[in-house]
């Protein structure tokens, strides 16, 4: 996981950036890695169905589980302290709870599909 961002500020003559936007400031910025077991289990069940001698007929249905994701969207901590955010002066100085903080948040991933076939024969 790579949080990173910066924060630029534009005034007639000067042009300044400071580390650090609103979802990433200094309490969460960085690279960040682990490696943990999973499984990828997937099941698929197809039936056809001869209707003549040149066509056939068939459909499926296929389902595919993952352990042990992490999905982006969760990984975001949207409580900010304030008191970090970048401003023309330079960064904040961390006042308080160290907010927005780094979360490695665990989920399953499941997804499932059905197929459908007509195979023609000459």
Known sequence: MDING?????VPGVTTASPGGLLALPT???SFSRDHFA???EVGVKVGYQVTEH??????Y???YLSNVLRPGELIDRTVNV????SILGPGTLAGAPRPALTFKDTD?????VNFGLELQY
């Not at 066509?55 to 499926?60: E, K, T, W």
């Not at 008191?83 to 970048?86: E, G, K, R, V």
């Not at 991933?109 to 599909?113: I, K, L, M, R």
């Open 39 to 41: 499984v990828v289990p």
């Open 55 to 60: 066509l056939r007929v068939f459909v499926g």
């Open 83 to 86: 008191s970090q955010l970048p």
């Open 28 to 30: 969460n910025i960085g």
């Open 62 to 64: 296929t389902f595919l």
């Open 6 to 10: 910066n924060t630029t500020f534009a």
């Open 109 to 113: 991933f499941w997804t499932q599909g």
